[in-house]
């Protein structure tokens, strides 16, 4: 019998249950950025979900693009999938190590954004399941290759340009995922860029907002829309979510998934793209 997820979050008791079942894969999504002076891969090999693969987003990624993990092509997405012994029709779970799940967030609208929806985020992580004393493991995880099929679609992504034309339009509402002083300006990036600040009439979310900080789940329903709703946002209509590099604007397009609005995109290159452009405007606190 095929297992069916039951949304875009499982709980680690759901996981916990469905550990055994042949066409569940788990993969690590942990991601470090270099300056903590460590990497994911290293995490992974430490401890691991029992079964699961690492999924590395600087791997899986367009290589010939110097920015950071920005989207490979598509059949290439499918190639490097296909080898983590992932196969169409497989229920994917993805999580990582960091409070709130910004690297399994990113994986999970990867995922979506290659027309691939059978995929779930481990709510609270990797520091939830350990802390209730699930099992862990060290052993090394050798899948077999396998096919998967992957097909762009590009309503779930925004590239500089349609992000520098929705300046002037207005179409998207723009949410930056970024803590305060980084959106004001007042602070530097994670990445090299040359200016400070914000896209000009974005807004400001930040993403530890949606999230228990002791448990590392997302906030309640209610709670997330009350967010939303504080920042200005309707829910309803069209959202491009941002940030730094594309990773923890992705907890922002989870929390609208949940809230129903599933077609929200990403700004890929985020401000490690727009800050580094010279003729891109920036705002700043006043």
Known sequence: MSTVLPGPLVSTEWLAEHLEAPDVKI??????????????????????????????IDHVADKTNPLPHMLPPAAEFAKKVGLLGIADGDKIVV????CGGAAAARVWWMFRSFG??????????????????????MSPV???????????????????????????????QVVDARGPAKFAG?????????KKGHIPGSVNLPWGDLI???????????????RFSAAGIDIAKPVVATCASG??????????????????????????????AEDTPAAAAA
């Open 212 to 226: 228990v900080e002791e448990s590392g789940e997302l906030i309640q329903p209610d709670a997330l829309a009350a």
């Open 247 to 276: 990773t923890i604007s992705a907890v922002v397009l989870l929390a609208l998934f949940i809230l129903g609005n599933k077609t929200a995109a990403l700004y890929d290159g985020s401000w490690a793209e727009w800050g580094l």
């Open 116 to 137: 691939y929806d059978d995929v779930a985020v481990l709510d609270g992580g990797y520091g939830k399941w350990v802390k209730e004393k699930k099992p862990s493991d």
């Open 27 to 56: 993969l690590d999504c942990t991601w470090l950025h270099e300056s903590s002076n460590m990497d994911g891969k290293t995490q992974y090999r430490g401890r691991h979900l029992p079964g699961s693969v690492h999924f590395d």
């Open 95 to 98: 999580y990582d190590r960091l």
């Open 186 to 194: 007042t602070q530097d990036d994670v990445f090299p860029v040359k």
């Open 142 to 172: 050798r899948p077999e290759p396998k096919t998967f099929t992957a097909t762009f679609n590009p309503a779930l992504v925004r590239n500089l340009g349609e992000m520098v034309a929705n300046v002037a339009s207005k179409a998207d």
